[in-house]
């Protein structure tokens, strides 16, 4: 980490609505670091993508609402001739490619740089350059209709970084991908970031695209940032609701009420969810009689965590000594009771 190289501290965003104002983004206070890989996660209507307009100078803060600094400019107040300077060290990826249909890959790739006044020798160099980096070097002449939905991506990772920005902006880039292609493209822009320094902001409603790539993580709910950090600290130790409904919808760790129903019906015994995060450890073996009965794992940073569901046998004083044993582990327990006298534990 090194300095950070966006900003925002109390930052609001509000635009005019048929019944009143809309608060957008609403004092939102945040810190990316030059090089890093930052994810910013919501649902729809969370305020992500204006978050991302206000970044790119293409929507302004609301007057006295806040300051934001993006790659050493003071964004509110700048001219036009500052702004254009300071668009130029951000790339922006679009969840629907965004490209000229009537253009062919290379066209398409080197229309920043003709923008930006380079000259034809030097386009094309550039232009080779990034092609060959993002795998698609065959289809210099070939046009978008003849492109799959993962290469028009490369495409747009290609023009994104043609003009060599400091920052890349990804709003929902791999949404309209499918997995395997989800999967390459953000391989894509681990290189991106890893070899090319380029610092990167990834904007998505889904869970595991920031979990595969991003170090931190904000979520936004109704304009505001609930809750930031270390990825695996916000996925693994979620404290707002919208984020363990995040968790949940990726995860599928923790059961359900008509799932716990079903589990009492098979299991008479003491059911207990068990967090596992990989600064607790699990060791069954001294549990004596203990079964697990649901659950699932998965990895953040190389790192595990989620939930198992145990059914642990035998009298109440051995289960309730064993579920302390847990907890003094350091691992977060939820007891929910026996089919014939059940706890209604939070999930």
């Not at 670091?33 to 994810?39: H, K, Q, T």
């Amino acid at each position: 980490m090194t300095s950070p190289i966006i900003t925002l501290t109390d930052v609001s965003k509000t635009f005019k609505g048929k019944t009143g104002p809309i608060r957008a983004v609403d004092r939102v206070s945040l810190e990316i670091e030059a090089g890093e890989v930052f994810g910013v996660i919501g649902h729809s209507g969370a305020g992500k993508s204006t978050l991302v307009r206000l970044i790119n100078a293409l929507e302004s803060v609301d007057p006295g609402s806040g300051g934001l600094t993006v790659a050493g400019h003071q964004v509110p107040g700048l001219g036009e001739r500052d702004l254009r300077a300071l668009r130029s060290q951000i790339g922006m990826i679009f969840q629907g490619f965004n490209l000229l249909s009537a253009k062919t890959v290379a066209v398409n790739v080197g229309y920043p740089l003709k923008l930006a006044g380079w000259s034809q020798a030097a386009r094309a160099a550039r232009v080779s350059e990034l092609l060959e980096f993002t795998g698609i070097a065959d289809k210099a002449d070939s046009y978008p209709s003849q492109l799959s939905g993962g290469q028009k991506q490369r495409v747009g990772i290609a023009r994104a970084l043609a003009a060599r920005p400091s920052i890349l902006l990804a709003d929902e880039a791999t949404s309209a991908l499918d997995p395997e292609t989800t999967r390459d493209v953000l391989d894509l822009l681990v290189r991106a970031n890893r070899e090319l320094g380029v610092t990167i902001v990834l904007i998505t409603h889904v869970m595991s695209v920031v979990q595969y790539l991003c170090g931190r993580t904000a979520v936004m709910e109704e304009g505001r940032v609930v809750e930031s950090g270390r990825t695996y600290d916000v996925f693994s130790r979620p404290k707002a609701a919208v984020t363990r409904k995040f968790v949940q919808t990726a995860l599928h760790d923790r059961p359900t009420p008509a799932t716990i129903k079903r589990l009492r019906a098979r299991h008479p015994g003491r059911l207990a969810i068990v967090t596992v995060a990989s600064d607790g450890g699990l060791a069954l073996g001294a549990l004596e009689a203990a079964a697990i009965v649901y659950g699932s794992l998965t990895e953040v940073e190389g790192r595990p965590f989620g939930s198992i569901t145990l059914e642990l046998t035998g009298d109440d004083d051995v289960t309730s000594a064993a579920l302390g044993r847990l907890r003094s582990a350091g691992l977060e327990v939820v007891d929910l009771g026996t089919a014939a006298d059940p706890l209604g534990g939070a999930l």
